[in-house]
């Protein structure tokens, strides 16, 4: 429902400087749609760029009732706390936002559009998208994946939030730069909102997850030489139920294992350590039924250039694995390691 000529308010209290903001820093990053303005309290009046090294001008302000002097037609929630409720102190600011004429792009499970009280301040040529909605007429897998004729990759991860969908959007991205024909299917919510459709994985119910996957790769796999498919959570994370059923539902003919250098343990899960990368390897090839491990992303986001291409060359050594930083150095590394 994003379109190019939209212009964005992204609401991020608190966001930028947590991991809990990845919704709205990726449509900075990536949508098509521009960014004029990111409203967050924390950090009003500081460099967008500095902060993120995005290459963004906009401006962060305190306030809704400030960002609307940047002229925004859109209002996205991006921020993904826990649990994907509805913080109530936002509210307020997203009334204001509709009273004032914006549309609303929702990623929470907080769902606005069936809220009177939302519902009743719109007008024409206004609407509410909530992302995050169960796909209708589902089915439980049953691997037909397998029998589609395009590579299949399938990003996983060390981690929640490490880099799954920033991966799989730069190896689409070189694809298309090489004359292939690839699409990337998206499974979260800004994933969604980036790609204008996809599944939100998490507000599927578990026993037709799989089959929600499977459904989108047969759908999106038809005469492409490569699907990507966007990974969420970790086989490793104590609280995620996500990447199985992507193994499954998609059928992939390959992996891509994304982790963020130097994190030992699960974010917010000091207990529940991360095991050396080959031993990640082994379990998620176990679990995809020797499907290999092709390649290592690694997120060296909160490390300077030459201490990233230290740190790419001792994961190489490490796994034996062709690795790269796909944000920051490019994805062609990846795309050589998927069709080797």
């Known amino acids: 429902m994003l379109k190019p000529d939209h212009k964005l308010a992204l609401l991020?209290?608190?966001?930028?400087?947590?991991?809990?903001?990845?919704?709205?820093?990726?449509?900075?990053?990536?949508?098509?749609?521009?960014?004029?303005?990111?409203?967050?309290?924390?950090?009003?009046g500081e460099s967008i760029s500095t902060l993120t090294k995005i290459n963004s001008s906009a401006p962060i302000v305190d306030s809704l009732a400030t960002a609307l002097a940047y002229n925004p037609d859109v209002l996205v929630l991006g921020?993904?706390?826990?649990?994907?409720?509805?913080?109530?102190?936002?509210?307020?600011?997203?009334?204001?936002?509709?009273?004032?004429?914006?549309?609303?792009?929702?990623?929470?499970?907080?769902?606005?559009a069936k809220d009177p009280q939302l519902t009743a301040l719109l007008r024409s040529g206004q609407w509410i998208w909530d992302v995050r909605q169960e796909p209708e007429n589902l089915v439980v897998a049953s691997g037909q994946a397998r029998f589609l004729d395009c590579q299949r990759i399938?990003?996983?991860?060390?981690?929640?939030?490490?880099?799954?969908?920033?991966t799989s959007l730069e190896l689409h991205k070189t694809a298309l730069q090489r004359g292939l024909k690839s699409k990337f299917l998206a499974t979260g919510q800004a994933g969604i909102m980036i790609?204008?459709?996809g599944v939100a994985l998490d507000a599927v119910r578990v026993d037709f997850a799989a089959g929600a996957v499977e459904q989108l790769v047969l759908a999106g796999g038809v005469d492409q030489d490569l699907v990507i498919i966007e990974g969420q959570g970790s086989l490793l994370h104590p609280g995620s139920s996500a990447t199985l059923p992507l193994i499954r539902g998609s059928q992939p003919t390959a992996m891509i294992l994304v982790h963020r250098w130097g994190q030992e343990s699960i974010n917010n899960h000091p207990d529940f350590?991360?095991?050396?990368?080959?031993?990640?390897?082994?379990?998620?090839?176990?679990l995809a039924f020797g499907v290999e491990v092709k390649a290592i992303a690694l997120n060296t986001a909160l490390l300077d250039q030459d201490t990233a291409g230290d740190a790419i060359a001792y994961a190489q050594a490490m796994t034996g694995l062709p690795c790269t930083d796909a944000v920051r150095f490019g994805a062609e590394t990846l795309l050589e390691a998927v069709f080797s």
């Open 79 to 112: 921020n993904a706390p826990s649990g994907g409720e509805l913080p109530d102190t936002w509210r307020q600011e997203i009334h204001q936002a509709i009273a004032a004429g914006l549309s609303i792009v929702n990623g929470l499970h907080t769902c606005l």
């Open 195 to 197: 790609a204008g459709a």
């Open 273 to 286: 350590a991360i095991p050396p990368l080959p031993e990640v390897i082994s379990l998620y090839e176990a």
């Open 12 to 44: 991020l209290h608190g966001g930028i400087k947590s991991d809990r903001g990845k919704t709205g820093l990726s449509l900075l990053r990536y949508s098509s749609s521009p960014t004029v303005v990111v409203i967050d309290q924390e950090s009003a």
């Open 154 to 166: 399938l990003t996983v991860g060390t981690d929640m939030a490490v880099g799954k969908m920033s």
